[in-house]
C-alpha cells in the first residue's frame, strides 16, 4: 500500500509538471467577480498586490472597478485589451471607471463618471509616474478618479466611452511604465 501510495504521489507531481498554464478566467466569470469586489485579480496575472488597491477602491465615492488577468486573457479578442475591457465593461452592466490589466497592457475607460479620455489620461499619468511600480500606479490611478468624479459630481454627463468615443488608442501605442503598457 505504501508503494501504491508513493506511485499515485509521483505520477500526479509529474502531471502537474507537465500541465500547461491555468486556464484564463472568461469574461462572464470576469463580470461576475467585479460585481462582488471591485478589484479582481485572475490567477497567473501580472504580481500586483491588490490589498491596499482593494481597500482604496472600497473608500472612494465613486464605482471604479479594477480587473488585473493574464496575458491570454486578450486571445479571444484579438490581443487587443480596448476589446477585452469592452466586453467586461459590457457584462458588468454598471456606470463607472474602469480599468482592465491584461499582462503588461492596460485599458482604461469611464461610463458615465468622467469626462471623456480622462479616465486614460490619469492612467497615462500614474503609470509615468510610477514606472516600475504599477501597485503605485494603480492607487494614484484610483485616488486621481475619485477626486475628478467627486468635483464633477458623478453625473450622468460623462459619455459611455466603451461604446461611444475610445481612449488608450490601439495596442500599439499608449504610455505605461514598469512593463504595463497602453492599449
Known sequence: ATRLTIAVAAATALLGLFAGPATAATVDEVAAALKQNRVYRASGAEDISTERLDQRVAEVATPIFVAILPDSAREPYGGVTKRLAAEIVKR???????????????????????????????????????????EAALLQWVGGVASEASAAGSSASGQDETVGASQGGGDTGGGGAGGVIAT
Open 92 to 134: 458588468v452592466r454598471q456606470n463607472g471607471t474602469y480599468m482592465v490589466i491584461s499582462g503588461t497592457k492596460w485599458f482604461a475607460s469611464s461610463v458615465r463618471t468622467l469626462p471623456e479620455g480622462r479616465a486614460n489620461a490619469l492612467a497615462e499619468q500614474a503609470f509615468a509616474d510610477h514606472d516600475g511600480n504599477p
